[in-house]
T-cell receptor, first 111, second 117 residues
Framework: DAKTTQPPSMDCAEGRAANLPCNHSTISGNEYVYWYRQIHSQGPQYIIHGLKNNETNEMASLIITEDRKSSTLILPHATLRDTAVYYCIVRGETSGSRLTFGEGTQLTVNP | DTEVTQTPKHLVMGMTNKKSLKCEQHMGHRAMYWYKQKAKKPPELMFVYSYEKLSINESVPSRFSPECPNSSLLNLHLHALQPEDSALYLC????????????????FGAGTRLSVL
């Protein structure tokens, strides 16, 4: 699986958009980008995934660059409950069932 | 409903005890997982069951013994653990495995926080 690089921490003001970057420069053509988050003392929660097109659901938007070497998770109106560690994971057919979590980004939403 | 239920929420055990962690899902998922998470670290995969058969063991010590009695239940039997095994143990399930990305989405329980004294 391709390795991902995320900033260790970010801050965001409540009500503003939170833009979380992820670098995956070695991603291959059949590998998907998945985002999960983990609120303190809870299990990870699936947010969104994509291959090459931008994706949006009720939680977030995922923007993948045309060369697919990086992506951005956007929380359009961050709330205090969005404070969590956000994990960007690249996963392809050869991963089997493996989700390999990196260190993630600690997002803190401030009032 | 995307709920994975883990019991107990907290467990304290001595190094000579035998205990079990339980995980249950009723989403009809056919793949189930155990992860271990140490404090301030990301989750690490331990075991994967697919269609009730063990498909992945990430070189986990034999003092951890998984069991999948049926498609809805996953157990993790613990015996002769060490203090360094203290961690959050997470269970997850997914619809299946393979090339269809949506089927690989894993849903996690809240975990069992284990302390080994």
């Amino acid at each position: 699986d391709a390795k991902t690089t995320q900033p260790p921490s970010m801050d965001c003001a409540e009500g503003r958009a939170a833009n979380l970057p992820c670098n995956h420069s070695t991603i291959s053509g059949n590998e998907y980008v998945y985002w999960y988050r983990q609120i303190h003392s809870q299990g990870p929660q699936y947010i969104i995934h994509g291959l090459k097109n931008n994706e949006t659901n009720e939680m977030a938007s995922l923007i993948i660059t045309e060369d697919r070497k990086s992506s951005t998770l956007i929380l359009p109106h961050a709330t205090l409950r969005d404070t969590a560690v956000y994990y960007c994971i690249v996963r392809g057919e050869t991963s089997g069932s493996r989700l390999t979590f990196g260190e993630g980004t600690q997002l803190t939403v401030n009032p | 409903d995307t709920e994975v239920t883990q019991t107990p929420k907290h467990l304290v055990m001595g190094m000579t005890n035998k205990k079990s962690l339980k995980c249950e899902q009723h989403m009809g998922h056919r793949a189930m997982y155990w992860y271990k998470q140490k404090a301030k670290k990301p989750p690490e995969l331990m075991f994967v069951y697919s269609y009730e058969k063990l498909s992945i063991n990430e070189s986990v010590p034999s003092r951890f013994s998984p069991e999948c009695p049926n498609s809805s239940l996953l157990n993790l039997h613990l015996h002769a653990l060490q203090p360094e095994d203290s961690a959050l143990y997470l269970c997850a399930s997914s619809q299946g495995q393979g090339v269809i990305a949506a089927k690989n989405i894993q849903y996690f329980g809240a975990g069992t926080r284990l302390s080994v004294l």
